[in-house]
C-alpha cells in the first residue's frame, strides 16, 4: 500500500487543475488574519507597530504560500491532503487569534501554531511519499523548517530577541526557497522539482488578493454600519469602495491575468517566476492591508487631521503599484509608465495632504488612483481606436 499511496497523492503535470473547495475554504483563516492585521496597525502606527505587523503578515503569507504549493503538487481529493489542508487552516486560526497580542502575552501560541503547521505537514507527507522522489524534496523542507522553528520558539519565550529572532527565521525560510533548500548531504531541488501548474498558481494568486481586497469591503463596510450614516461618513465609505475597484483593476490588467501563462510558457524555470510573483504578491496585499487600514480611519473620523492616517493612506497605494510595477516587469518585461508615475504621485499628493482632514486626503489619494487607472488604459484605448479606424478604412475600400 505505501509504495502506491505517493503515486495516489501526486498530482501529474499534464492534468489540468482547478482550485478545489478545500482550498477556498482554507483561505477563510487569511480573511481572519488580515482583519486581525489591521486592528495591530491601528492599535499602533508607529514605525515600530508597523515593521511588527510586516513580520506576522510574513509569516501568515509564508503558511498560505506553502499550502498553495503543496495543493499544486498533491492531489486535494486524497484523504491525506484533505487532513493536511485541515491541519494548516486549524493552526492558521490559532495563528490568527493571536495576532493583536503575538508581539506580548500570546507570542508562545503564535509561534507554535506557525512551527506545528510546517512540521506537521512534514509529518503527514515523509510516510505517505516513502521510496518516492517527492520524499527528498519534502524532507530538505522539513529540515529547514525544524531549524527556523527553534527561532521562533526561542523568540516566542526571550522577549527581548523576539522581534529579531522571528525576522531572521522569516528571511532564513523566504531565502532558503529562492535558492532550492540547499541541505547537507541531501543536495538543493531543482527547478524541475519544485514545478508548479502555472494556471493553478496564478488562479491562487488572484483569489488571495480578491480576499486581500475583500478585507477592504468588509472593513469599511463594518466601519461604517458601526459609525453612522452621516453625509461625510458616507462620502468616505463610497471612497472605499472606489479606492477597492481602482486597486482591482490595476491589479488585473494586464500582467495579474497572465501570470499563468508566463509560468506555463517558462517550463520549469517558471517555478522560480512563480516563487518571485508570490513574493511580490506579499509586498501588493501589504500595501492593500494599509489602505484599508487608512480607509477605515477615515470613515471613522473623516474630519480628524492625523499624521498616522497620512503615513499608512501613501505607504498603502505606494506599496502596491511598486509590487505591481515589479510583477509587471517580471511577466511582461516592461515598465508599466503611468504606475511608474504614480508611486511619486501619490508621495507628492500626500505631502500637499498634510494639513487636510482625513476625508480630504483619503479624497486626493483616491482620485491620483484613477488617473492611474485612466493613464494606464490609455495606450490600450488608443490601439483599440487606431484598429477600428483600420477595419473602417478597410471597408471602404471593399465598398
Known amino acids: 500500500m505505501a509504495s502506491g499511496l505517493p503515486g495516489r497523492l501526486l498530482q501529474r503535470r499534464e492534468d489540468p487543475r482547478r482550485t478545489s473547495f478545500l482550498e477556498l475554504f482554507f483561505d477563510l483563516t487569511v480573511i481572519f488574519a488580515l482583519t486581525r492585521l489591521s486592528r495591530a496597525i491601528l492599535d499602533d502606527l508607529s514605525i515600530h507597530g508597523g515593521f511588527r505587523v510586516l513580520v506576522l503578515l510574513a509569516a501568515i503569507w509564508w503558511v498560505w504560500f506553502v499550502t498553495a504549493w503543496s495543493a499544486d503538487w498533491f492531489d486535494p481529493r486524497a484523504p491525506l491532503i484533505v487532513v493536511l489542508l485541515l491541519w494548516v487552516m486549524f493552526g492558521g486560526l490559532f495563528m490568527a487569534a493571536a495576532v493583536p497580542t503575538a508581539f506580548d502575552q500570546h507570542a508562545l501560541v503564535f509561534a507554535v501554531a506557525y512551527v506545528a503547521i510546517h512540521l506537521g505537514r512534514a509529518a503527514l507527507l515523509l510516510p505517505a511519499l516513502w521510496g518516492h522522489p517527492a520524499q527528498l524534496r519534502t524532507a530538505r523542507v522539513a529540515i529547514w523548517f525544524a531549524v527556523s522553528g527553534v527561532l521562533w520558539i526561542v523568540g516566542a519565550v526571550v522577549a527581548r530577541a523576539r522581534e529579531v529572532l522571528w525576522a531572521l527565521a522569516l528571511l532564513l525560510e523566504y531565502g532558503l526557497a529562492r535558492l532550492g533548500w540547499p541541505t547537507p548531504k541531501l543536495g538543493r531541488s531543482s527547478w524541475t522539482d519544485l514545478q508548479v501548474n502555472g494556471d493553478h498558481l496564478s488562479e491562487r494568486y488572484q483569489q488571495i488578493f480578491i480576499i486581500a481586497l475583500g478585507e477592504l469591503i468588509l472593513m469599511a463596510g463594518v466601519t461604517y454600519s458601526d459609525a453612522g450614516f452621516d453625509q461625510q461618513r458616507t462620502m468616505a465609505f463610497v471612497l472605499a469602495f472606489v479606492t477597492a475597484a481602482a486597486l482591482a483593476r490595476l491589479y488585473l490588467v494586464p500582467a495579474g491575468g497572465r501570470v499563468g501563462t508566463a509560468i ?93 482632514s482625513q476625508l480630504a486626503a483619503s479624497g486626493v489619494i483616491t482620485v491620483l488612483l484613477l488617473l492611474i487607472v485612466l493613464l494606464d488604459a490609455m495606450p490600450g484605448m488608443w490601439r483599440q481606436q487606431t484598429a477600428d479606424g483600420s477595419d473602417a478604412v478597410d471597408q471602404r475600400r471593399r465598398a
Open 264 to 356: 506555463q510558457a517558462a517550463g520549469p524555470p517558471g517555478s522560480k517566476l512563480a516563487l518571485l510573483a508570490g513574493y511580490l504578491h506579499l509586498v501588493m496585499i501589504a500595501g492593500v492591508l494599509a489602505t484599508s487600514v487608512a480607509l477605515e480611519m477615515t470613515i471613522d473620523n473623516p474630519g480628524l487631521r492625523d499624521q498616522g492616517h497620512l503615513v499608512v493612506g501613501v505607504v498603502g497605494p505606494a506599496l502596491f503599484l511598486t509590487g505591481r510595477i515589479l510583477l509587471s516587469t517580471l511577466v511582461d518585461s516592461n515598465l508599466p509608465w503611468a504606475r511608474l508615475i504614480g508611486v511619486p504621485a501619490i508621495i507628492v499628493g500626500g505631502i500637499v495632504s498634510m494639513r487636510l
